[in-house]
């Protein structure tokens, strides 16, 4: 049965690869590469009780954590053109 | 019980891959960034929901239930903060939303 869902969440990992490769503006590589990380945070608690070894829902946490901040840091690279500084105009004044 | 159990866990196993499915069914298909971020929602939150839910179930009462609803729980925070953060960005990139053509002009 775990194995079902884990083909299952291949197939979804496929047509969002699809969707990153096709994807005609950055935002939607962006997105169909968040939409495949939170498919592998998946993937890899059911790996865990495929194999009969449950810590790998440790790897689970930690990858989520990781494709959180990768998200944020590639659209902040790519609104800001610079990971460490603010808009023109920006509301928060200059630093 | 175990049965119980077991019928219990599959069920939210099948509805979570039902969901995660139809979520990236709409990443492929939807017209344009917006939509899509639509349907990316719904598989973090319905689609992961189930499907940790349903292995916590399996888990039983144990420190590997707790362990898979607190990753559920962070992709419940990350979620919303990561698709807020890609509208805005696109938003700000000038990248238009997709609006339905008006009667005359569809074929």
Known sequence: MFAVAAAGILVAMAMA???????????????????VGTKTVILLAVIGFLTGRPDWVDLS???ALINFI???????FFEYGDLGRQRPGSREGNR | ???????LSWTCILAGL?????G???VLRMPDVYCRLH?????????????????SIQAGWSLLAVRLLLVYGFLLFTSPIGTHALARTALFAKVEPY?????????
């Open chain 1, 17 to 35: 690869m699809a969707r990153a490769l096709l994807g005609p503006t950055v935002f939607d590589r962006v997105l169909a590469l968040n939409t």
């Open chain 2, 18 to 22: 039902f969901f995660v499915l139809v």
């Open chain 1, 70 to 76: 990768g998200t944020i840091a590639v659209l902040k």
């Open chain 2, 99 to 107: 609006r339905v053509p008006p009667p005359g002009d569809r074929v």
């Open chain 1, 61 to 63: 946490l930690v990858y």
């Open chain 2, 1 to 7: 019980m175990s049965l119980v159990a077991d019928i």
């Open chain 2, 24 to 26: 990236t069914l709409g």
């Open chain 2, 39 to 55: 349907a990316a929602g719904m598989t973090d939150t319905m689609g992961a929901g189930f499907l940790f839910l349903g292995m």
